[in-house]
């Protein structure tokens, strides 16, 4: 099967509208990220980029070094006024920066069977029902990043697409975290048990609490969107369900929160059990 690429409509890296894409399109870039942290993981990943657009006024901190690491590797680098910046990067705060870069393609679910095999035991797959929000989306591939996870797994409908917005929520997490795009999501949880993966929802109406889970060897995480949670036939294929308590008035955490909770408790247990085996 082969790769699909953000340089379809659904996945473009930057949703524009049509005013910053004549503005692309005029200097022959299709692909931005925006932002100062998006771009220095970008930078020391090794991803493709064209051309840095740079605010030309002095440069500290962070800014200094990715304009080191991009003149290091040959990068057209431009310093432009802030209203250049502005008409790139739309309502995004770009931060005195942004760059035209190379796709990245998405991951298919053979490719994630590939990385679960080499994490073996340690294996940490998170897979998101409908996270429509960008900002969730991004937050929780940072999340993922953070907590060690090998791959994260999206419905090719109903799910934000990976756009500049989203990388820019992820902090750059988005270059390291392979993001894999299925046609159902449900298949996807099946397909994921036969390889020996136990798979756990989040659900305000589970049996047992998060912290009752034994998330030992390779485990699954699904999230649904916050208000319409996880589908029907998705929830159905999961093997467990938990539930986080919920102590206050408001009655819901969003995706991000939530999948950051259940992810850190299976990196505790994990730790744990570590520790214990160390000490034996």
Not at 223 to 232: D, Q
Request: hydrophobic fraction near 45%.
């Amino acid at each position: 099967m082969p790769l699909k690429t953000h340089q379809r409509d659904r996945g473009s890296y930057l949703s524009r509208p049509r005013e910053r894409q004549a503005e692309l399109h005029q200097e022959g870039e299709d692909n931005i990220l925006v932002g100062r942290r998006p771009v220095l993981e970008a930078l020391r990943a090794g991803r493709g980029i064209q051309r840095l657009w740079v605010l030309d006024r002095e440069h500290e901190g962070s800014m200094r070094e990715i304009i080191g690491l991009g003149r290091e590797r040959g990068i057209t680098i431009q310093m432009v006024p802030r209203a250049k910046l502005d008409a790139l990067a739309g309502p995004l705060n770009h931060q005195g920066v942004v760059a035209a870069v190379s796709a990245v393609p998405l991951k298919t679910l053979d490719d994630v069977k590939e990385i679960v095999a080499a994490q073996g035991q340690n294996a940490l797959v998170i897979l998101l029902d409908q996270i429509q929000d960008p900002q969730n989306l991004g937050a929780i591939i940072r999340v993922a990043n953070a907590a060690g996870a090998c791959a994260v797994i999206v419905p090719q409908h109903g799910s934000a697409p990976l756009s500049a917005a989203v990388s820019k929520a992820a902090a750059g997490a988005t270059e390291y975290v392979p993001v894999a795009e299925v046609p159902n999501l449900a298949q996807a949880v099946e397909t994921l048990k036969t390889w020996g993966l136990f798979v756990y929802a989040a659900d305000p109406e589970a049996p047992i609490v998060y912290t009752q889970a034994q998330f030992r060897g390779p485990v699954a995480l699904v999230i649904g969107a916050e208000g319409p949670g996880l589908r029907p036939l998705v929830k159905k294929r999961c093997d467990q369900m938990v539930k986080l308590p919920m102590q206050g008035q408001v009655a819901s955490l969003n995706a991000a929160t939530a999948c950051a909770v259940l992810a850190f408790e299976v990196v505790r247990q994990r730790s744990a059990e570590r520790e214990t085996t160390d000490r034996k």
